[in-house]
């Protein structure tokens, strides 16, 4: 059970992570897989080399039949399957550990990275487990054979076999390819419901993406157009140089004319000037 304690941890790390369905698939692991494997398993395939017997005494014989009728270990076979699934999982918790570490720069665009790779994690978990469904129903079947024939050299003619606890590692195989069946299915419903949040994710943030450029470009248009009318007659010069007459302007320069035409001695008439 020992060498089990890294998988266990690594999994009870994933639940921060994952999805309810995510959590649902990873007590499958832990429970009717890991688990079950540590402890009966282990004692129900650890003999099936030695009590594999044939009706022969020719040297070799007896293992190139059993080599024949199981080209994998029952046991290694599921091992190797838990530790494939494990591969990505544990390559998904070093790069969130990663961005937790590293801090700063867009939450927003952290936990879509974050995301995008559950995301993979959660495909290549499915391939896995359609993989050794496939491997499984190919290289054992359903049903194991209490009486195995072998033709093979060094046998000197057809001899049977004969398998340990047919029946009991039968009952085990068949429950083996169910957990197997149900934990892909949970894994095709957890990629779509990721996908469909990954996209739902991804149309709110263009949404919100062109709802900031719209206010942008309203408030330029706003700011272009609370310009005063006398500051954007004299930015704008009228053609020839000549620019539109300012009132108070205008009326600076009559009292500066009227105060030189009086000091000349000049005579007004009806606001009129007259030298």
Same mark, same amino acid.
């Given at each position: 059970?020992?060498?089990? +304690?890294?998988?266990?941890?690594?999994?009870?790390?994933?639940?921060?992570?994952?999805?309810?369905?995510?959590?649902?698939?990873?007590?499958?692991?832990?429970?009717?897989?890991?688990?079950?494997?540590?402890?009966?398993?282990?004692?129900?395939?650890?003999?099936?080399?030695?009590?594999?017997?044939?009706?022969?005494?020719?040297?070799?014989?007896?293992?190139?039949?059993?080599?024949?009728?199981?080209?994998?270990?029952?046991?290694?076979?599921?091992?190797?399957?838990?530790?494939?699934?494990?591969?990505?999982?544990?390559?998904?918790?070093?790069? +969130?550990?990663?961005?937790?570490?590293?801090?700063?720069?867009?939450?927003?665009?952290?936990?879509?990275?974050?995301?995008?790779?559950?995301?993979?994690?959660?495909?290549?978990?499915?391939?896995?487990?359609?993989?050794?469904?496939?491997?499984?129903?190919?290289?054992?079947?359903?049903?194991?054979? +209490?009486?195995?024939?072998?033709?093979?050299?060094?046998?000197?003619?057809?001899?049977?076999?004969?398998?340990?606890?047919?029946?009991?590692?039968?009952?085990?195989?068949?429950?083996?390819?169910?957990?197997?069946?149900?934990?892909?299915?949970?894994?095709?419903?957890?990629?779509?419901?990721?996908?469909?949040?990954?996209?739902?994710?991804?149309?709110?943030?263009?949404?919100?993406?062109?709802?900031?450029?719209?206010?942008?470009?309203?408030?330029?248009?706003?700011?272009?157009?609370?310009?005063?009318?006398?500051?954007?007659?004299?930015?704008?010069?009228?053609?020839?140089?000549?620019?539109?007459?300012?009132?108070?302007?205008?009326?600076?320069?009559?009292?500066?004319?009227?105060?030189?035409?009086?000091?000349?001695?000049?005579?007004?008439?009806?606001?009129?000037?007259?030298?």
């Amino acid at each position: 059970m020992a060498e089990w +304690a890294f998988l266990s941890t690594l999994f009870d790390s994933l639940q921060g992570h994952s999805t309810l369905l995510g959590r649902f698939w990873m007590l499958l692991m832990l429970v009717f897989r890991i688990l079950v494997l540590s402890t009966v398993a282990g004692d129900m395939f650890e003999d099936e080399q030695e009590e594999f017997a044939c009706n022969t005494l020719q040297p070799g014989c007896k293992q190139v039949c059993y080599d024949m009728a199981f080209p994998i270990s029952h046991y290694r076979f599921w091992v190797f399957h838990i530790v494939l699934i494990s591969t990505p999982s544990l390559l998904f918790l070093v790069y +969130a550990a990663h961005l937790s570490s590293k801090g700063g720069g867009g939450a927003a665009r952290e936990s879509r990275r974050l995301r995008l790779l559950y995301l993979v994690n959660v495909g290549f978990r499915l391939l896995a487990e359609v993989g050794a469904l496939v491997g499984q129903w190919w290289l054992y079947g359903f049903t194991l054979e +209490a009486q195995f024939p072998c033709q093979r050299f060094p046998c000197p003619y057809t001899v049977d076999c004969f398998t340990s606890r047919p029946m009991e590692k039968t009952v085990f195989l068949r429950f083996y390819f169910s957990v197997g069946a149900v934990s892909a299915l949970i894994s095709l419903t957890e990629l779509l419901q990721v996908s469909y949040k990954l996209a739902c994710s991804s149309g709110q943030l263009g949404r919100r993406t062109y709802g900031r450029e719209n206010l942008r470009n309203a408030a330029h248009e706003a700011a272009g157009q609370t310009l005063s009318p006398d500051l954007a007659g004299r930015a704008s010069p009228r053609p020839g140089g000549s620019r539109k007459p300012d009132p108070r302007s205008g009326s600076v320069r009559s009292s500066a004319s009227s105060r030189t035409c009086s000091s000349s001695k000049c005579k007004t008439h009806k606001g009129s000037l007259v030298v």
